[in-house]
């Protein structure tokens, strides 16, 4: 196979990318877009297997390669295959770590053997700049690993581990010792870059690692979905650094691509938290937000219904919004409330559903679980178009949200103020199902459940819901 042969197939793989990026934008072409995806990737790969044999000059060192396709490829059908669409989030933060592991691991092996990569000739220095690039892409790479390690661990919730707990971890001087890691890291990496010493490359890696770490966990758990999209950037920009020192247009290509798709969304999540895009990037947000702030809290009193209450209500409606969240998913209710919705259409209801950018744990959450209850697209709204609706809805139905239908965002002082919301508490008559009163993610109370006009039907969701359809006459 030519080089030019190779250019070529590395160019139809990276419009497939491209193709794929704007297949995903929209959710009715959005199975387009993951064909080109798997297309692209399908072409790079052989490619790849067909490059690595020329320059070996067997096929000898191929069958590493198949090995590691054919383990990397089950594992990841596997996981695909058994995660449940609540833990999808974590999968997300697993596979970054995953794509930041490697960039660490190919520039450990590309320094210690550059001549096998085509980097430099055997016995002689690595040019300066592919030194840079190793040093950046290492460097990105282990803070994505590490600090999706700790993301993972938050989405989780279920480990006793400090780190892995939703609430942020904050210390005094925090910041300064950021700022000091993060010069020191730079500093080894330029030494590297200036005298190969192995001893600075490892030393920065370490200091990368821990900095990964001391980025994320000040973060609460409310601010998951931006980590997310952020550590999805970080894990791009790896890739293109390495892909540099490499001499691989895909990579660069690919990783340049998921880089800025990531920022671009980064920036889009945190304009729909009031967050500061900056301080996202420097991890120096989040920590003022955290589980536990209402728990302290007396009690207070709600007015309570039935599954039956709420049938009813909806039933005599001419107008239904509905506001799903991540209680929603944990239940997998999506099924059972496409039958709501669709019993209520039949009975000439108007029914749409409310999207927030944040609701759940990682952006498009949501929209993937409707997608999945084969939801009418035409029936979803974001946020901007649907908010007007509100005040002329007769019903508005919140099935696990709460922060992101919070008015305590529209009031100064508190930790979520600025943050854009659904306005349900706008809509006539306020039905929201929860299994209990305990605060959201970001451990604030919400005012939307002791309003009069609210209704609270305590529960699990895909239950709630069920008895809701049985109900509607």
């Given at each position: 196979m030519s080089l030019n042969l190779v250019t070529l197939l590395y160019l139809i793989a990276s419009v497939c990318f491209i193709q794929a990026l704007k297949g995903l934008s929209h959710p009715t072409t959005s199975i387009r877009g993951n064909l080109f995806g798997m297309t692209g990737m399908t072409i790079a790969v052989l490619t790849t297997a067909a490059l690595i044999v020329k320059l070996a000059g067997s096929p000898i060192g191929l069958g590493y390669v198949l090995a590691g396709l054919v383990i990397g490829g089950g594992a990841g059908a596997y996981m695909a295959n058994k995660v449940e669409m609540t833990k999808m989030p974590e999968l997300v933060a697993f596979m970054h770590s995953m794509i930041g592991l490697a960039a660490v691991f190919i520039a450990i092996a590309a320094v210690a053997e550059p001549y096998a990569f085509g980097i430099a000739p055997k016995g002689m220095e690595i040019p300066a700049g592919n030194r840079l690039e190793l040093f950046l892409g290492a460097a990105i790479g282990a803070i994505t690993f590490s600090g999706s390690v700790i993301a993972f661990g938050k989405l989780s919730g279920k480990y006793k581990f400090r780190l892995f707990q939703g609430a942020p971890v904050t210390f005094a001087g925090q910041h300064m010792l950021n700022l000091v890691l993060g010069l020191a890291t730079l500093g080894l990496g330029l030494a590297f870059m200036a005298t190969e010493s192995w001893p600075a490359f490892f030393a920065m890696l370490a200091l990368a690692f821990v900095m990964g770490v001391l980025i994320i966990i000040p973060i609460g758990g409310a601010d998951m979905p931006v980590v997310v999209s952020m550590l999805n950037s970080y894990s791009g920009w790896a890739a293109a650094g390495i892909g540099f020192s490499l001499n691989n247009s895909m990579l660069i290509i690919a990783g340049s691509l998921v880089g800025s798709s990531g920022a671009i969304l980064s920036y889009i999540m945190c304009k729909a938290m009031n967050r500061s895009f900056?301080?996202?990037?420097?991890?120096?947000?989040?920590?003022?937000?955290?589980p536990?702030?209402?728990?302290?809290?007396?009690?207070r009193h709600v007015k309570s219904?039935?599954?039956?209450?709420?049938?009813?209500i909806l039933a005599n409606a001419e107008t239904v919004i509905i506001v799903p969240g991540y209680g929603l998913a944990v239940a997998r209710a999506q099924h059972a409330v496409n039958e709501l919705a669709e019993k209520l259409i039949h009975k000439g209801i108007t029914v749409k559903y409310a999207i927030h950018p944040v609701a759940g744990r990682m952006p498009g959450h949501m929209n993937v679980l409707l997608a999945e209850a084969e939801v009418p697209y035409d029936?979803?709204?974001?946020?901007e178009d649907i908010n007007g609706e509100f005040g002329q809805a007769d019903v508005a139905i919140i099935l696990g949200a709460n922060d992101v239908v919070n008015p305590a965002a529209l009031q100064k002082g508190t930790p979520i103020y600025g943050m854009p919301i659904l306005e349900?508490?706008?809509?006539?008559?306020i039905i929201v199902n929860k299994r209990s009163m305990a605060a959201g993610y970001a451990g604030l109370d919400n005012e939307l459940f002791y309003m009069d006009k609210t209704m609270m039907v305590f529960g699990d969701a895909k239950k709630v819901v069920e008895d809701m359809v049985k109900a509607v006459e």
């Open positions: 900056f301080s996202v990037i420097l991890g120096g947000f989040g920590a003022e937000v955290g536990g702030e209402a728990g302290g809290k007396e009690q219904g039935s599954a039956d209450d709420a049938a009813y029936q979803v709204f974001e946020m349900a508490y706008k809509a006539k008559t």
